[in-house]
Nanobody, 122 residues
Framework: VRLVESGGGAVQTGGSLRLSCAAS????????MGWFRQLPGNERAFVAA????????YYAGSVKGRFTISRDNEKNMVWLDMHNLAPDDTGVYYC????????????????WGQGTHVTVSS
């Protein structure tokens, strides 16, 4: 499956961004999806995930209450709405097809898209 992330950019502290992920897979509606991010000097880490039905989701503690993951199975799209951004959110954001809903381990996955860059200035 090919995943293409977009929507990153530069915002000030407190700003918002909407990240998009377009998936090429025809069975997209059967796959749980996740967002991960790699902050400068850090390993890639889990951000958010959504069940294939779109009716259940979970978040990393650092983004809970500020980020919202959603999907449209007809459009093969996943989004990450990010609000109240802080400089600590600066990094490269990736979407991923999860092996199962509940997985939050980026090391389980070998193939990643190009990601989209988010820069939050103070």
């Amino acid at each position: 499956v090919r995943l293409v992330e977009s929507g990153g950019g530069a915002v000030q502290t407190g700003g918002s961004l909407r990240l998009s992920c377009a998936a090429s897979e025809g069975t997209f509606k059967l796959d749980p999806m996740g967002w991960f991010r790699q902050l400068p000097g850090n390993e890639r880490a889990f951000v958010a995930a959504i069940h294939e039905s779109g009716t259940n989701w979970y978040y990393a503690g650092s983004v809970k209450g500020r980020f919202t993951i959603s999907r449209d199975n007809e459009k093969n799209m996943v989004w990450l709405d990010m609000h109240n951004l802080a400089p600590d959110d600066t990094g490269v954001y990736y979407c991923q097809v999860l092996d199962y809903f509940g997985d939050a381990e980026p090391l389980h996955y070998d193939h990643w898209g190009q990601g989209t860059h988010v820069t939050v200035s103070s």
